[in-house]
């Protein structure tokens, strides 16, 4: 079974602080993703990553950044956290570029930037 | 942008009961997926269907497409306590996902 791991439940960070969330999957897939969900918008894109050292940007890049240096792993990079940033952090990767792949996530992690 | 859009926002029925949510979309897609969010934790894939698929069947879980009218439904029937959890509808277009803001269903014992 795949199992995608994100390497914190619960951050609490402060403003103008750098912050690195972690996620590490198991099964050797290729596309990994890192989405954003708050109340009433639904998960939205942050950036996707297709191959190891491979980024696009999704929906709302705008004060991330990523990396990915092994394929197993992809890092989610809050240059100077703010307070617009606190919400819940989602990772997921995906098997193979191929249509009609699920999803698999992680647990999440819920960041406050006070 | 978010491409798919449930409907209600908010479900709550008796347990026993089924429960019938609404997902619509805007864009041409290659399949349709449903996915489980229990409070605080990550997603969970149900079901997926393609876009040349009508109809789909996962034990209690039925799902329906339309491209038509680029609508899609989820059907939970005899519905349990354990079902209580949001559900999201996400649009796969050659692996760009797009989610909806999703359906809390709440199941009353």
């Known amino acids: 079974d795949v199992k995608v791991t994100q390497s914190s439940r619960y951050l609490v960070k402060r403003t103008g602080e750098k912050v690195f969330l972690e996620c590490v999957q198991d099964m050797d897939h290729e596309n990994m993703f890192w989405y954003r969900q708050d109340p009433g918008l639904g998960l939205r894109l942050i950036y996707f990553s297709y191959d190891v050292k491979m980024k696009e940007k999704g929906d709302i890049p705008e004060g991330y950044s990523v990396s990915r240096e092994k394929k197993e792993r992809f890092s989610l990079i809050l240059e100077s956290a703010s307070t617009n940033q606190t919400s819940m952090y989602l990772c997921?990767?995906?098997?193979?570029?191929?249509?009609?792949?699920?999803?698999?996530f992680g647990n999440g992690t819920r960041l406050t930037v006070t | 942008s978010q491409q798919g859009e449930e409907d209600p926002q908010a479900l709550s029925i008796q347990e026993g009961e089924n429960a019938t949510m609404n997902c619509s979309y805007k864009?041409?897609?290659?399949?349709l997926q449903w996915y489980r969010q229990n409070s605080g934790r990550g997603l969970v894939h149900l079901i997926l269907?393609?876009?040349?698929?009508r109809e789909k069947h996962s034990g209690r879980l039925r799902v329906t497409l339309d491209t038509s009218k680029k609508s899609s439904s989820l059907l939970i029937t005899a519905s349990r306590a354990a079902d209580t959890a949001s559900y999201f509808c996400a649009t796969d277009k050659d692996n760009d996902m797009r989610f909806g803001a999703g359906t809390r269903l709440t199941v009353k014992p």
């Open positions: 997921a990767s995906l098997l193979r570029p191929s249509y009609n792949s699920p999803l698999h």
């Open positions: 269907i393609r876009s040349n698929e």
């Open positions: 864009t041409s897609i290659n399949n």
